[in-house]
């Protein structure tokens, strides 16, 4: 995690927001050598999680195609 000085943070605020955002890293802040603060990535909440993942996991195989193999739904043990 970067550490930043607070009148460092200061002069660069806009160009580390937007580091931030790209990246993903957060970078501490410290006043007289203390952490005070964390700026981090915004992420917003989804309203539901529905489609939360779409576009995000793919299959290589064909899901629907029907399978080569015969089984038979009445004979299976648990």
Same mark, same amino acid.
Request: net charge negative; proline share 4%.
């Given at each position: 995690? #970067? %550490?930043?000085?607070?009148?460092?943070?200061?002069?660069?605020? /806009?160009?580390?927001?937007?580091?931030?955002? #790209? %990246?993903? #890293? !957060?970078?501490?802040?410290?006043?007289? $050598?203390?952490? =005070?603060?964390?700026?981090?990535?915004?992420?917003?909440?989804? !309203? %539901? /999680?529905? $489609?939360?993942?779409? $576009?995000? =996991?793919?299959?290589?195989?064909? /899901?629907?195609?029907?399978?080569? %193999? !015969?089984?038979?739904? !009445?004979?299976?043990?648990?």
């Amino acid at each position: 995690m #970067q %550490t930043i000085k607070a009148s460092e943070f200061k002069a660069k605020c /806009l160009h580390l927001m937007d580091e931030v955002s #790209q %990246t993903g #890293q !957060e970078i501490v802040i410290t006043k007289n $050598g203390k952490p =005070v603060s964390i700026l981090k990535a915004y992420h917003s909440i989804p !309203e %539901t /999680l529905f $489609g939360m993942h779409a $576009g995000k =996991v793919r299959s290589k195989d064909d /899901l629907i195609a029907p399978l080569d %193999t !015969e089984w038979d739904a !009445e004979n299976v043990t648990s």
